[in-house]
């Protein structure tokens, strides 16, 4: 158990951005990641399907003999978290849109959302929220669409442009100082978000938080890998394409 992998699921390529800063932190870990693309997106499905994606992913980790799972889904682990940890004993980590700093720390008072309908419409979004932004404005938007393109292999252009702007011109008018990117689809199209957004708007993700938190719990539970190898491995159960898009040259993907 202590040398299994970490394993991290998500509907498709967006759990890659936080694989990456996990295997940046942590690069003697070996991972086993999760593409569900075969029922992507999951931002506009049900509570229920969620949940029942969100368990076949970890029962298909766990026999694969991985130690601790990372949701690496904000729609997933906002819909479906509380249930999985009450289900399995194995330790979880999840994202959650990065709310908390973006309230902390703005000083025009109105933050911007990005994240998908499930998201957005969760309880524990909702929780969250209502807890760290009672004093300031929140402007959302659920991002539709996005997640399609970007399955799709698209990360720039002016079709995405375009469709950003619809997303994000009503949180530039209403004055916001920080963009919360609640899906880890979205880091992927930070470039083009940057060239629509202005100068004085930060962007935020979750990614090296998750990382840290994944960490934390790795070396809690007295999990540390004790070999000298390590490899990643990454699986999908449609196509490979998106993952061949954002992966390295000589990266092991395998169709399941
Ligand atoms: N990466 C998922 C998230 O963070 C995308 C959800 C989807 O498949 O719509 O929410």
Known sequence: MINGPIGIFDSGIGGITIYNEINKLMPNESIIYLSDNLNSPYGNKSKEEIKNFSTKNTNWLIEKGCKIIVVACNTATTNSIDYLRNTYKIPFVGVEPAIKPAANNTKTGVIGVLATKGT???????????DYCSEIKIIESDGKGLVELIENGI???????KML????????????????????HYPLISKSLKKILPRNVKILDSGIAVAKQTKFLINKNKLVNQNDKSESIFYCNST???LEKVLEKNSIIEKI
């Open 120 to 130: 957005l419409t969760s309880n524990l979004f909702n929780i969250t929220s209502n």
């Open 165 to 184: 702007k619809l997303f994000i011109d009503p949180m530039i008018s209403a004055n916001i100082d920080y963009l919360v990117l609640g899906c880890t």
């Open 240 to 242: 490979t394409s998106a």
């Open 155 to 161: 990360f720039s252009g002016e079709k995405l442009e």
